[in-house]
């Protein structure tokens, strides 16, 4: 029995053992490690830029030196124009100098801002599109396929009450090249927007229509998918979860749209803003009424954009002979296969998975991208799945089956149910699927209902999402930069370089920078060379000051008891532990006049031992020298001498 | 001639704009595949896309001098504008290049009869493979959407009957019934769309050939396998 209790205890101790070192080299060492390559990545990095700064500036002050007859010249000559470039030129390039450095120490590891600055320097064409009346310009992002200019701008004096603090300015400028088709469309689709709060004010003038709309910060739905299947593979749980998450938000902003009686037209990645409050949907240049009397045109992005709709373009329908809200949701299934897939839906609603979601997600995009007539009827019918979704631990685990479209019998009405007084005050009731997991089922949601959780949970949710999207990139990144970049493992190799070198010559050089200011002697006392000035500074052994002479006696010396050459002594020279003969000039130059003084051949100073106060030292100063000796060795040379407490 | 192969060319002859979608639909992929498989690196998918709509665009000058009675294959007429739209703008890029050029080829009927052995059997084989899947995508439009999803989930994506029936919650008898319903679809799409776009016998023996004619199980087997590599091929495009 005890041996068995043994082996058992053996056994546990090996396990958590081995666990207690696989958790410190996971959570100890791996990040330590982690942390020095990065270090090591960084200074190299540094190094490499700092070589190419100083490159740049070098060649920077040949080119200036170059150039420098050439503006005298100009000045001469009176060549303003000539010579205001060539100086504009070299400012320029001397202001870029440095910026390679700073950056790297400066570069945010969050997400880069996505607009640029407006150039200061106006030209007349850049001035006269530049102003608008109540805005002051401050940057200008990226424009679409419109052929209009976005710009950001704050507002200044005559802004409209309460606008944001941040907008964008659409500005179509036919001098500028703008189609007047385009222009036409976006200013009839101004009415359905401003109905929907999307547009702060517009104006015109004889060449221009513009209109202003706040500004929402973050990066655009296209570039995080990127970033999100950097790694190839499967997407990880917290990616699945954010994509569900975003196709909720879009969905919900989609049944604005269509409640409010438009329909956006125009679905896509490019169009999706995301940032730490959700996905927004963006754009309005296509939104549509959806009883417009108009004929239905094929606008749209192709993958993204119904078949259906450029059938029925194709057949010149009219919008309201359509259900504009149909095509929208198949954008929005095409959105969400995006968001799985990381590319297009290239074979619309028979697009194959690669990537592993689960049956219910891959059921919603089947039925919002189905035939015209077999998808969801209403974007509250495709909301209601995709918030069970969102609100399920983990979607991947959700069966079709369990999805309110699927499980509800009778299907959905065309128009979002209101849910009555009982289903308000009815909460949904949570089913335990798995109790060793802890994982459970939501049944009884309300369809169309938002997620059965209460505002503070939900909000903690999308803090968490937004901590897990911030730090997945950041993951996504590094191993992405790992991977492909050969200039980060030059930057190892580099760094890893300088340190070593460092290291070396910081270890030769150790003695010579940083000196033992008195060595330590383990010899014996030195053979006597003449008179020996004893000063003793021990403050707790008066005892030792005989023990010394004797000490001194016995090797040859003659110890000397001079009052005034003491005196002299503690006056000129600091006797503390830690003078420096020897490294210390002024002290040296001291010492050396005290003893030409009172023709002496050294001076012994008993004091106490840094480290123990009641130890015995005795420091012998010399002409040009300084040796420290302990009491057991003078004891042993002297044999007589013994140390008191 | 099947009687449907005479009215879909009718009908692109007579401008029908829907008729020209689903021959983009239906042979677009192949086109761009085939065409940047002949520009063999030097061409980007946006050009590749010009030329495929340029093909298109000739083959719209053309399809009143196409006669399906002379036994030539439509796709293999295709065939010779792609490579007529593809010879245009190389000569217009050495043009370009030079700042002269070769005047462009004409479009000839001989073109018709002159590229059987040029074409490969790869190419017909994606013909055919894409005249499946706009079967299935008619299919798919066609039938009832619960009925089609247990036949994706069951014989495309080759998942076992129980757990079809577990994942949607029904018995296994239903899905047996889901899946004879969308089976029975996808039969007669096929037929259809092999006679809209056969134009000779051996094109209306393919299906056959390809274990499409089979019972059950064969035609199961043939068309997932026909699916997945139409499926993979788009992908490669």
Redesign the interface.
């Known amino acids: 029995m005890p041996k068995l209790l043994i082996i058992l205890v053996v056994i546990v101790g090996t396990a958590i053992g081995a666990a207690a070192i696989g958790i410190l080299l996971r959570h100890l060492l791996g990040p330590i490690l982690r942390g020095i390559f990065n270090v090591i990545q960084f200074i190299g990095h540094l190094i490499i830029e700092l070589i190419c700064d100083v490159l740049a500036a070098t060649w920077n002050l040949f080119v200036a030196v170059l150039l420098l007859p050439a503006i005298i010249g100009g000045l001469l000559f009176g060549r303003w124009e000539s010579v205001g470039r060539m100086v504009r030129g070299l400012s320029s390039r001397f202001r870029r100098t440095g910026r390679r450095v700073a950056g790297l120490v400066t570069r945010p590891a969050g997400v880069q801002p996505q607009f640029k600055r407006t150039p200061s320097r106006t030209t007349r064409q850049g001035r006269r599109s530049g102003e608008f009346p109540g805005w002051r310009l401050t940057g200008e992002l990226q424009a679409g396929g419109s052929g209009a200019r976005l710009l950001v701008a704050e507002p200044a004096d005559g802004a409209p009450d309460g606008a944001p603090s941040r907008v964008v300015i659409k500005c179509f400028d036919l001098s500028g090249g703008a189609p007047l088709g385009q222009m036409i469309r976006e200013s009839r689709a101004l009415d359905g927007a401003k109905k929907l709060g999307l547009v702060i004010e517009h104006n015109h003038d004889e060449t221009r229509f513009w209109y202003v709309m706040p500004f929402i910060p973050g990066n655009h739905l296209a570039h995080t998918v990127t970033a999100m299947h950097t790694s190839g593979g499967q997407l990880s749980e917290s990616s699945v979860i954010r994509s569900v998450g975003w196709c909720r938000d879009l969905l919900a902003t989609l049944g604005k749209y269509h409640d409010a009686g438009f329909w956006h037209k125009d679905v896509k990645p490019e169009n999706i803003i995301i940032n730490d409050t959700g996905a927004h949907l963006v754009d309005l240049g296509l939104v549509t009424p959806l009883q417009s009397a108009m004929t239905l045109t094929t606008h749209g992005t192709e993958y993204f954009r119904d078949p259906e709709l450029v059938r029925q373009a194709l057949r010149g329908s009219k919008v309201s002979e359509v259900d504009g809200a149909r095509f929208d949701l198949y954008s929005a299934g095409a959105v969400l296969y995006y968001m799985v897939e990381g590319t297009f839906p290239a074979h619309g609603n028979l697009s194959r998975f690669e990537i592993e979601c689960g049956d219910a997600i891959r059921w919603v995009i089947r039925r919002a991208m189905a035939d015209y007539h077999k998808r969801y009827a209403t974007s509250a019918e495709m909301l209601a799945d995709v918030a069970f979704l969102a609100a399920s631990r983990d979607p991947r685990q959700v069966r079709p089956a369990d999805l309110p479209s699927v499980s509800a019998s009778p299907a959905p009405e065309a128009t979002p149910p209101k849910p009555s007084v009982g289903d308000v005050h009815r909460r949904p009731r949570l089913e335990v699927s798995d109790w060793w997991s802890g994982r459970y089922r939501v049944r009884d949601a309300v369809p169309g209902a938002p997620p059965s959780q209460p505002d503070a949970f939900e909000a903690a949710r999308r803090a968490r999402d937004s901590r897990r999207m911030i730090r997945d990139e950041r993951r996504q990144r590094r191993s992405a930069a790992r991977r492909s970049s050969f200039g980060r493992l030059a930057a190892f190799f580099v760094g890893t370089f300088v340190i070593v070198f460092t290291s070396i010559f910081v270890l030769k050089y150790a003695d010579v920078w940083f000196p033992d200011p008195v060595p330590m002697s383990t010899q014996m006392l030195p053979d006597g060379k003449g008179q020996v000035l004893i000063v003793n500074n021990h403050p707790r052994r008066l005892d030792a000051h005989t023990a010394v002479q004797a000490a001194f006696t016995a090797r040859g010396w003659q110890p000397m008891d001079d009052i005034d050459a003491e005196a002299r002594f503690r006056r000129d020279i600091p006797l503390t532990n830690g003078l420096q003969v020897g490294a210390d000039e002024a002290s040296t130059r001291a010492v050396r006049a005290v003893l030409n003084t009172h023709d002496l051949a050294g001076a012994a100073i008993v004091q106490a031992s840094p480290d123990d106060p009641n130890a015995v030292q005795v420091l012998l100063l010399t002409g040009d020298d300084a040796s420290l000796y302990d009491l057991e060795v003078l004891a042993k040379a002297a044999g007589s001498i013994q140390s008191t407490p | 001639m099947h009687q449907l192969t005479t009215s879909f060319v009718r009908r692109l002859r007579d401008r029908d704009?829907?008729a020209w979608?689903e021959l983009w639909?239906v042979f677009g992929?192949i086109l761009r595949g085939q065409l940047m498989k002949w520009g063999n690196g030097r061409l980007g998918q946006e050009t590749v896309r010009d030329l495929s709509q340029e093909t298109l665009a000739a083959l719209s000058k053309s399809i009143e001098r196409f006669d399906p009675t002379r036994g030539v294959r439509f796709s293999t007429w295709l065939l010779a504008i792609a490579r007529h739209a593809m010879s245009d703008e190389m000569d217009r890029r050495m043009a370009l290049k030079r700042g002269a050029g070769k005047r462009p080829i004409h479009l000839q009927e001989d073109w018709m009869g002159g590229l059987g052995s040029a074409v490969d059997a790869a190419y017909e084989q994606k013909i055919f493979e894409a005249k499946v899947?706009a079967a299935?995508?008619r299919a798919?439009?066609?039938s009832?959407?619960m009925s089609f999803?247990v036949y994706?989930?069951r014989v495309l994506d080759g998942r076992s009957g129980k757990d079809v029936a577990?994942?949607?919650?029904?018995s296994q008898p239903t899905i047996s019934r889901h899946l004879q319903q969308a089976r029975r679809e996808l039969r007669t799409r096929l037929t259809e769309i092999v006679a809209t776009w056969s134009f000779t016998p051996e094109e209306m023996a393919e299906a056959e050939l390809a274990g499409l004619s089979g019972d059950d199980m064969l035609f199961d087997e043939a068309l997932a396998e026909i699916w997945h590599r139409a499926?993979s091929m788009?992908?490669e495009c």
Request: glycine share 4%; proline share 4%.
């Open positions: 704009e829907s979608f639909q992929p899947a299935i995508r798919e439009a066609s009832d959407f999803e994706r989930m577990v994942q949607l919650g029904v499926a788009d992908s």
